[in-house]
C-alpha cells in the first residue's frame, strides 16, 4: 500500500461564530476567532491518495492531472476568499478547520480514479491542524 | 471521523542513563545523550484528538478548553525543568522521548470528553520523534 | 555589536485595493490579494533590537519587557483584526506588508530603550516578505 | 503501541522517464520531471519503527545501531547519487518517489529486530510526500 | 528604507568537479559532491529588492510583475534542469551555490526598476545557503 | 561580496541566573529561564564568512574544512552538554543566547582565513535568535 500527499496552499478569511449565540458562548467555544470583523489564515492543505504503485510508471497516480483537479475543484473557489461570504456552504455551515477539510474532501471524493482519497489534512496555523477521513469511497 | 492535533512547545533538560549500568552500555543505548551533566531540547508535543463534528459549532472540541488542560496538566510540569530532578516519575523513569509521550498521554487520558484521546507525538530534534497511542479510553 | 530577534506571531485579514482605482489597476498591482471580500494571513513579525550585552546579565534586552511591549503596541491591536475596518490606520492606508511593517516600526520605535529597534520583518506568507528600517531613533 | 521516526537527508539526482515512451507520454505522466538531462532534489526519509519499550531503557530501540543501519543500507547507495545510473535497481526500475520509498522498505525489512519496520516516508519536495507500508514483516 | 524578499523553488541537478583537477583535490574542495554522475538539490532562491513604498500603492514594487520576470530570466532556465549541460554558463563555470547565486543577479540587475536588486540568497540545502550582493545597480 | 552561511546543531542544557541576585530580578530579566534546575535547548548555529570567491573553484571556502573547524573549536565543546557546569568560560559568564555566540565568535575568528568571519547567528527557540559580529578580524 503506498500514500502520496501533496501539498497546496491558499489564503483565505473567516469569522468563526454563530450568528444565533451570543458572544459569550462564541468566545467560549471559538476564542479570539469569534472577532466579527474576521481575520484570515495562510492554509496548507494536504490531499493524500492512496493505491497501487503502476508497475510501469512507478507511480501511483498522475501527478499534474491530481493537481489539475484540486486546483479547480478547491483552490479556485477558497483562495483569496473571505470563506463566509464567499463560498455557498460558508454562509450556513461555520468555516472552521473541521469544515474546510469536509469540503475538500467531498469536493474531490470520486474525483481522482483510480486511486482512492485517503485523508484530507487542513493546517490552518502551525500550532493547530485537522485531518478528515469521510466515508469510504466505491473505487 | 475528524482529527485535531494541536502543537506546544516546552523547553526541557535531561540525562538518558541508568545508574545501575556502566558507561559503555549506556553509551551503546543512549549515544550521546547519556552524558551525566545534562544536555536538553525544546519539544513539540502534538496532542491528537478525535471523534465527531459537533453539527452546530463545526467544531470537535472547545479550544481554548482543550489549550487550558493541556497547559496545566503538562506543560505546567515539563517547561522549563531539567526532568530527571523536576519532575516525581522520572525519577526513576528514564526521560526519554518515548516515556515523556507516555506521561502525556497519561496526564490527558480522559480528561478531554466527550473527545478521545487519539494520539500523542513528541518531536525531540529535527531528526527524532515519538508517537504513542495508549489503551483506549472508554469515552 | 549585538542584535536580538524575537518572533511572533498574528493573524489578521485584509484587502489590497485602493477603491480610487479600477479593478484592472487594483489586479495589476496586488494579484489576487485585490479580492473586495478580503482574505487573510498568518503573519510572523521578527522584531529586532540591537546594541551592547550588559556584562553583568549576559543579555541584550530582558526579554520578558519586551515581549509585553510588543504584546500590547502591536500585537493587542492586529491579532484576529480585519485590519482596513478595525485599525485607524488602515482605514485610509493600504495595509500591505510594508505599511503593517511600518506600523509596527512607529509602534516600537523609542519604546525599548536602552535597546535601539534595529529592524522589523514581516513574513506574509512563505513566499513574501518585507524587512523595514526607519529613521534612527535617538537612543 | 508506541512508533519511532528518524529523520534522514540525501540529495539526490534522477530522470522520471521510460525510454519506451514518447515524450508526450512522459511528460503527461511526469510533468516536469521528465526532462532527459536530470534534474534533482533533497530527499527527506523518515524511517518509522514500532514495538514495545523497553521497561529498563526506557527506549523502543537503540538509535545509533538504528541509524549505523539505515546508513549502511539506503544513505550510502542513494546520497549525492544520480539514481538511474548510480543504483542498479534504477536502472530498470524508474525512480520516482514511490520506488524509491519502496527501495528503503526492502532495505531495511527485517533488519530492526526486535523493532518491527512501521512504514517508510519520503519527502520530495516541500509539496510531495509518499509513505510507504510494505508486507508485514515476520518479526 | 524598505526590502521586499519573494521567495522561489526550483529543482535541478549538478556535478562539482573540475575536469582538470584529480579526484583528491575535488574531494578536498567539494566534498561528496563531486561524484561525477552528478546528484540535484531543491533550490530556494530568495530575490530582494530595495526601495521607497510607492505612497498610493503601499507597495515598494508590483509583485506580479517581479514573479514574472524572475521566471522568464532565471526559473524557466534553471528548474527542473542539470545545470552543467542544460545551461551555457555552467558548460565552463562549476555550477556551485555561489556561482548559481551570481547567475541570477546577473539575469535580473537592471531589470527591475525604479526598484533596486538588493540581494540574492540561494539556500541549497537546509544547512547551506549563499548570499550575493553584486556592483550596485544605477537605478 | 558573497556570504556563504553553515547551519550546524546541537543540544544543550542551561540556567540563566546569577547567584548574586535574588529570584525576583532573575526572574525580572531571564523569566522562566531562571529555573535552578536548568532546562535546555536545541541549538542552531549559523556560522557566516564572507570573501571572494575563487575564480577556479566557484567556491568561497572548502566546506568540508569548514566544517572540521567549527566541529572541533565550538561543536565538540558545546553538544549535549550542561553549559554552565561543563564550559569553563560559562562557570562565571551567564550561558545566555547573546553569550554563546560571542564563544562562537572567539573560538572561530581567525580560524578561517583567506575567508573572514562575517557573523555568528545563534537561534534559541523558534521565536528567540541572536546575532552577533564582534571586532574585525585582520584577514
Redesign the interface.
Known amino acids: 500500500?503506498?500514500?502520496?500527499?501533496?501539498?497546496?496552499?491558499f489564503?483565505?478569511?473567516?469569522v468563526?461564530a454563530?450568528p444565533d449565540w451570543d458572544d459569550a458562548r462564541n468566545t467560549?467555544?471559538?476564542?479570539?476567532?469569534a472577532?466579527p470583523?474576521?481575520?484570515?489564515?495562510?492554509y496548507v492543505l494536504e490531499v493524500t491518495v492512496r493505491g497501487e504503485?503502476d508497475p510501469?510508471?512507478?507511480?501511483?497516480v498522475?501527478?499534474?492531472?491530481l493537481d489539475a483537479i484540486v486546483r479547480e475543484r478547491v483552490l479556485a473557489l477558497l483562495?483569496?476568499?473571505?470563506l463566509n461570504?464567499?463560498v455557498d456552504r460558508f454562509e450556513t455551515?461555520?468555516?472552521?478547520?473541521?469544515?474546510i477539510?469536509?469540503f475538500a474532501w467531498d469536493a474531490l471524493k470520486g474525483e481522482i480514479a483510480p486511486s482512492i482519497l485517503d485523508r484530507i489534512r487542513l493546517v490552518e496555523?502551525?500550532?493547530?491542524?485537522?485531518?478528515?477521513?469521510g466515508a469510504e469511497e466505491e473505487a
Open positions: 500500500m503506498i500514500r502520496l500527499t501533496r501539498r497546496y496552499r489564503s483565505a478569511a473567516h468563526l454563530r467560549e467555544i471559538y476564542g479570539k476567532c472577532n470583523s474576521g481575520h484570515g489564515h495562510n504503485v510501469q510508471s512507478g507511480r501511483l498522475a501527478v499534474p492531472k483562495d483569496h476568499r473571505f461570504r464567499d455551515e461555520v468555516p472552521t478547520a473541521e469544515n477539510a469536509r496555523t502551525e500550532n493547530n491542524a485537522v485531518e478528515y477521513v
